[in-house]
């Protein structure tokens, strides 16, 4: 089993920044992918974000030029730096991890970002 803990959500104004943590624990050899995915009311979970072991990234269109996301292995932590936001970035954050011996994600308890215009 892997736990996820997430911290740095928050409100923010429009053009303002944001950067969201996720530190994993637990079976963590198991773990190859770290991301985040966002959800808003009535509306299924996307992904944002994700990056691999080795440090290769994907972004969703609507985000690339402005998050960013990194990953510090010796911490086993994910971040998202978030730049430039938007009213339509609000949304609850997720953070996953993707244990490759089951082939599943292990999820954050999510944190709320609130973009205000």
């Known amino acids: 089993q892997v736990q996820l803990v997430e911290s740095g959500g928050g409100l923010v104004q429009a053009g303002g920044s944001l950067r969201l943590s996720c530190a994993a624990s637990?079976?963590?050899?198991?773990?190859?992918?770290m991301g985040w995915y966002r959800q808003t009311p009535g509306k299924q979970r996307d992904l944002v974000a994700d990056?691999?072991?080795?440090?290769?990234?994907t972004y969703v269109d609507s985000v690339k030029g402005r998050f960013f996301i990194s990953r510090d292995n010796a911490k086993n932590t994910v971040y998202l730096q978030m730049d430039s936001l938007k009213p339509e970035d609000t949304a609850v954050y997720y953070c996953?991890?993707?244990?490759?011996?089951?082939?599943?994600?292990?999820w954050g308890q999510g944190t709320q970002v609130t973009v205000s215009s």
């Open positions: 996953f991890a993707h244990d490759v011996y089951l082939s599943t994600n292990y």
């Open positions: 637990g079976s963590i050899r198991r773990i190859n992918a």
């Open positions: 990056i691999t072991s080795g440090g290769v990234t």
